[in-house]
C-alpha cells in the first residue's frame, strides 16, 4: 500500500479485556516495529520484527503483551487483561531494511482502557 | 541501554525568527540521529535525518548539526513559518550497526506566532 496502515484508529475497552491491534505494513518493507506514546511523550519502542520473527522485543513492558507476523506482512499487537495504564497511541513504523531506509509510521491506534 | 534528552520542551517564536532544539544522547554506539514532526493527532513524519559520518546537513530552511565528542545534535529551523507549529522529536539508533530502534526524545512543542 501507499502507506502504513494502522487499524483501529480508535479503541475503546474496558479494564481487564481483551485487545488485538492491526498493522499493515508498505509492501515490500521487510522490517516492523511496534512503538507505544503516551501522552506528552515520544514514542517507546516496544518490539521489532525481521520477516516473520521477533528480532528485539525488550521493549515490551510485560507479559500481557504479545507480537505476531505469522507471514512476514500483517503483524498484530495483542494486550491481555488491559490495565488503565496501558492508555496510550500504538504506533506501527516498517522500513525497507535494517539500515532503517524508508522508516515511515502509522497513524496509530489510540487506545483507552476504562 | 540509549537515553535521550530534548531541551527545550516548548519554544515560541515569531514568524521569521529561527528556532533551535538541542538534544544529547548517551550510548556512544549511536550513529543515526532522525528529527520528527508530529501535528496533533497525526503520525510522526522524518523531516530531517544525520548520519554519525557527517557533522552537517540541510535541506532548505531545516539543518541539523551533530557533535559526536559532546555526544549533542540539533535541529535549527530559520524564517519559522506559522505551519512549523507542531511537535518535534529527536532520536538516536540504539541498536549498533543496525538502525531499526530508535529511542525519542520527549518533544518541543513548537509555536510560530504570526
Known amino acids: ?114 | 541501554g540509549e537515553n535521550v534528552e530534548q531541551h527545550p520542551s516548548t519554544l515560541s517564536v515569531q514568524e521569521g525568527d529561527s528556532a533551535v532544539i538541542k538534544c544529547t544522547y548517551s550510548d556512544s554506539a549511536s550513529n543515526y540521529f532522525p528529527w520528527y514532526k508530529q501535528e496533533l493527532g497525526k503520525r510522526p513524519q522524518l523531516i530531517i535525518d544525520i548520519r554519525s559520518n557527517v557533522g552537517e546537513k540541510k535541506d532548505q530552511r531545516i539543518a541539523v548539526t551533530l557533535n559526536k565528542t559532546a555526544k549533542h545534535f540539533s535541529l535549527h529551523i530559520t524564517e519559522t513559518q506559522p505551519e512549523d507549529s507542531a511537535v518535534y522529536f529527536c532520536a538516536a539508533s540504539s541498536s549498533g550497526g543496525s538502525n531499526y530502534k530508535l529511542t525519542f526524545g520527549k518533544g518541543t512543542l513548537l509555536t510560530v506566532n504570526p
Open chain 1, 1 to 114: 500500500g501507499a502507506g502504513v496502515s494502522q487499524t483501529p484508529s480508535n479503541k475503546v475497552t474496558e479494564k481487564g479485556k481483551y485487545v488485538e491491534l492491526r498493522c499493515d505494513p508498505i509492501s515490500g518493507h521487510t522490517a516492523l516495529y511496534w512503538y507505544r506514546q503516551s501522552l506528552g511523550q515520544g514514542p517507546e519502542f516496544l518490539i521489532y520484527f525481521q520477516g516473520t520473527g521477533a528480532a528485539d522485543d525488550s521493549g515490551l513492558p510485560n507479559d500481557r503483551f504479545f507480537a505476531v507476523r505469522p507471514e512476514g506482512s500483517v503483524s498484530t499487537l495483542k494486550i491481555q487483561r488491559t490495565e488503565r495504564g496501558d492508555s496510550a497511541v500504538y504506533l506501527c513504523a516498517s522500513s525497507l531494511n535494517l539500515q532503517g531506509e524508508g522508516y515511515t509510521f502509522g497513524s496509530g491506534t489510540r487506545l483507552t482502557v476504562v
